[in-house]
């Protein structure tokens, strides 16, 4: 959840803040598995070239490792990415709306984004569960593919509860717009951005010359 910016808000500290403190540890572990994903990739790369080259003995089955890693760097940190807003949203005229007509665009968008992200998760599911019945495998070197594709379930779950959690407090802020936000995302304009990113910038360490 992004801070919101320094505003008169009357406090009221809820379930939808306890269900976004519950779930953040959880999007934190899983875009560090995503993450985890992406850098033993990229060692798996330097040895797959390392041993092509200097020895001629290529990794076996590298491709389909290749493969199966996708559904975890791709998904694994999309409820991550939505807890912080950094999905791409067209804020064009969003962007202008304040008070109770954000609130209820926030809600319209979100209840759409729940809808097809069920969908979404539920012919995942059904896809790993067929692939774990049939004893699916890659091709090459017969790598069994269920895990990979029982990811793909797992992170769209965990991002419609997200989803779910945002909307309930935008819900929240429709029915009283004077509450402190909670489980949401606030819309920062440019100088906003702008400024906060020269703070980060100044405020980072610097290493002194010797």
């Known amino acids: 959840m992004i801070d919101s910016p320094k505003s008169l808000h009357r406090t009221s500290s809820g379930i ?3 269900l976004d403190r519950w779930l953040s540890p959880i999007e934190n572990a899983t875009n560090f598995v995503a993450a985890t994903f992406i850098f033993l990739l990229m060692l798996l790369g ?4 390392s041993l092509r080259t200097i020895f001629e003995v290529p990794i076996s089955g590298y491709i389909d490792l290749v493969e199966l890693s996708m559904a975890g760097m791709a998904f694994l940190g999309a409820a991550y990415t939505q807890r ?4 791409v949203r067209m804020e064009l005229v969003i962007g ?3 008070g109770r007509a954000y609130w209820m665009a926030e809600i319209i968008g979100l209840i759409v984004g729940m809808a097809i992200i069920a ?24 790598f069994p593919v269920w895990p990979s594709k029982l990811l793909v379930p797992i992170a769209f ?3 419609f509860v997200r989803l779910l959690i945002q909307l309930a407090g935008s819900i ?11 489980g949401v995302v606030l819309v920062k304009d440019a100088a906003e951005t702008a400024r906060e990113e020269a703070h980060d910038a100044l405020s980072a360490p610097t290493t002194k010359e010797a």
């Not at 912080?84 to 999905?87: E, F, I, R, S, V």
């Open 16 to 18: 939808v803040d306890k």
């Open 46 to 49: 330097v040895a797959q070239v």
């Open 84 to 87: 912080l807003g950094g999905h």
């Open 96 to 98: 202008n709306l304040k």
């Open 119 to 142: 969908i979404l998760t539920w012919y995942s599911a059904e896809h790993f569960l067929r692939s774990y019945q049939l004893g699916d495998t890659s091709i090459d070197a017969e």
């Open 157 to 159: 779950g965990l991002w």
């Open 172 to 182: 929240r802020l429709l029915l009283d717009p004077g509450l402190s936000p909670e």
